[in-house]
């Protein structure tokens, strides 16, 4: 009995898969139905049914069809691109009877067979006498786009391969000019039957090189060196995915404003401003339940979290988390950072340490940790008190999406033009002094500034945060 009862051919335009199907469809017992579940036409523009099925009847129950597809005699696939019934994608992904043929093509390429095919109307050829020629202007940031989406295409199919524990047969359209790839790939699919010949029914479109092809080659060639093809400038990130933290969140007694607060945040000071609105305690202790019914209850409310730039936050979760020994504070942690990882404070410590020296000592140590915990590196959870802002924020969205996303600084003619546009009469934002922030001050210089942002270079530069002086004066 084959592996594969039916397959799929993954792909894009312009990637040769007409050339593909047509060498399929030589196999004796393999038939390939074109793009089946294209979303404008049912396998070719004809629009003709498919194993009976039309295309009114595959939009209301695509599965069905690919049923179909399955359980017809010989082995009947398809061509699926990136544009195609979505509704697809992970059925067919998660089926591993269904046999996966990834094709691909160098992304310049197909971008300038893309823009040719869309000038002269020719999308496939024949005939080579009726050949229609054209020169494209090369459009960077066109180029970029596209290059983009076929990168988030292979990342998706990659991971939906992983994940089901599967590979697919991988071809890159050079590869079709060669025999015995594909019947290579007629072996990997079970088939018996072997091609003798390749089918040349039909033609290369605009065999000529690039430099012929694109009017703006110089231009192109100098775009095109511009783009990091294997993204060197990233940050890896290994961080945990979090949770929404619904428990978290802060209401007013009656009033309709959320707050999702990040930890290591100005939590108190919001919570007395919320506490404020209405003269009453806030609400917490959100359930998923609970909250859906208290947003049921405010019609127009307007919900809201609050940036704290990367290296006051992480001072203050040092300072809170590490450093104090009342309610909230990490004794095991805090432990552990002592005897494992060289913290330099004594066992009674409670608070930052006096000498300024001493606790910029403490703070880098402290700094040093994080980042190997963040870069999974280390046996002690990532806690939420010293997690990118970036991860939180992620994490709440997946209940949640915030009306507005804060910064601290901006917090005095913010946060009350956010209360009136939700229907409030706000009071006005006087937060106490952040009560670390001296401390930080007498230790902060560009070091810690370095050490920092290249831990949380992500929050840096999704949320464009400048140094810590610069932003505690007002500057940035």
């Given amino acids: 009995m084959p592996d594969f009862d039916s397959f799929v051919v993954l792909a894009e335009m312009r990637t040769g898969s007409n050339f593909l199907e047509s060498n399929l469809n030589a196999l004796e017992g393999v038939r390939c139905h074109g793009e089946a579940f294209n979303p404008h036409f049912i396998g070719t523009p004809k629009d003709a049914p498919i194993l009976g099925v039309t295309r ?26 990136g544009d195609h019934d979505p509704r697809l994608f992970e059925p067919l992904m998660a089926e591993p009877r269904i046999a996966k043929i990834v094709l691909t093509r160098n992304p310049a390429d197909s971008y300038v067979s893309h823009r040719i095919a869309a000038a002269t109307g020719q999308w496939k050829l024949t005939d080579a006498r009726h050949q229609r020629a054209e020169r494209i202007a090369f459009d960077a940031t066109g180029f970029e786009r596209h290059l983009a989406r076929l990168q988030q295409a292979q990342l998706r199919i990659m991971g939906a ?16 000019q060669d025999l015995d790839v594909l019947n290579g790939l007629a072996a990997w699919l079970g088939v ?20 012929e092809k694109v009017e703006n080659f110089d231009e192109m060639r100098a775009a095109l ?14 961080e945990p995915r979090r949770g929404p933290m619904v428990p978290s969140y802060l209401a007013p007694a009656r009033a309709g404003l959320l707050c999702l607060p990040l930890k290591s945040g100005p939590e108190a000071a919001l919570r007395g401003w919320l506490g404020a609105l209405d003269g009453a305690p806030v609400l917490e202790g ?3 339940k609970t909250l859906r019914e208290w947003q049921a209850a405010h019609p127009g409310h307007r919900s809201f979290a609050v940036l704290r730039h990367p290296v006051a936050r992480l001072h203050a979760a040092f300072c809170e988390r590490i450093l104090a020994r009342g309610p909230g504070s990490f004794v095991q942690i805090r432990e552990t950072l002592r005897q494992r990882h ?19 000592a403490a703070f880098m140590a402290f700094i040093a940790f994080v980042k190997a915990n963040l870069g999974g590196q ?13 991860a939180l924020l992620q994490g709440i969205a997946e209940f949640e999406c915030p009306d507005a996303i804060l ?51 992500r929050d840096y530069a999704r949320f464009g945060f400048g140094d810590w002086r610069a932003t505690a004066n007002g500057a940035g």
Avoid: C, M
């Fill in 56 to 81: 009114t009847e595959r939009d209301a129950a695509p599965l069905d069809l690919l049923e179909r597809l399955r359980a017809a005699p010989g082995l009947n696939g398809f061509r699926y691109f």
């Fill in 161 to 176: 391969l992983q994940r089901g524990g599967q590979t697919a047969f991988y071809l890159d359209y050079e590869d079709l």
């Fill in 192 to 211: 018996e039957a072997r091609l003798a010949a390749l089918d040349r029914k039909l033609k290369k479109q605009n065999p000529e090189s690039l430099s």
């Fill in 225 to 238: 060196a511009r783009i990091d093809r294997f993204d060197l400038g990233r940050t890896p990130n290994f």
């Fill in 286 to 288: 959100f359930t998923q």
């Fill in 342 to 360: 060289e913290l330099p404070i004594s066992a009674e410590a409670n608070g930052p340490d006096p000498d300024p020296a001493r606790h910029r």
């Fill in 378 to 390: 280390t046996a002690i959870r990532v806690d939420a008190a010293w997690a990118s802002q970036r």
């Fill in 407 to 457: 910064r601290e600084t901006d917090l005095a003619h913010e946060l009350p033009a956010l209360a009136e546009r939700a229907g409030l009469t706000p009071p006005p934002w006087a937060p106490a002094p952040e009560p670390h922030e001296a401390a930080l001050g007498a230790i902060y210089d560009a070091r810690i500034e370095a050490a920092v942002r290249a831990i949380y270079a």
